[in-house]
Nanobody, 121 residues
Framework: QVQLVESGGGLVQAGGSLRLSCAAS????????MGWYRQAPRKQRELVAV???????NYADSVQCRFTISRDNVKNTLYLQMNSLNPDDTAVYYC???????????????WGQGTQVTVSS
């Protein structure tokens, strides 16, 4: 069984920074793309940033140049460095990963439970 566990969320003032982490555990064989999504109250979940196994990245326009996604393929951990935060960044942030396991060799989509990020003005 695979688990994705996020950490690092919290309350921060506008202009501040936070670093999110997402650790994948279980009988993992390989991980392809990993990404961060967020969902604000009364809004749909949206893509924040994604990173391939090889390190190629893609960002939502709203976070470009403020957020940096990275991953440690040895530790099976995903990161999101968030700088210059503003109240519009307030949301629950979810980790997503395409994972193949020893039992299921075809990559499947997994989600973390989410971590709350609140930016005060």
């Amino acid at each position: 069984q695979v688990q994705l566990v996020e950490s690092g969320g919290g309350l921060v003032q506008a202009g501040g920074s936070l670093r999110l982490s997402c650790a994948a555990s279980g009988s993992i064989f390989s991980i392809n793309a990993m990404g961060w999504y967020r969902q604000a109250p009364r809004k749909q979940r949206e893509l924040v940033a994604v990173i391939t196994r090889g390190g190629s990245t893609n960002y939502a326009d709203s976070v470009q140049c403020r957020f940096t996604i990275s991953r440690d393929n040895v530790k099976n951990t995903l990161y999101l460095q968030m700088n210059s935060l503003n109240p519009d960044d307030t949301a629950v942030y979810y980790c997503n990963a395409e994972i193949a396991t020893m039992v299921q060799p075809k990559h499947q989509n997994y989600w973390g439970q989410g971590t709350q990020v609140t930016v005060s003005s």
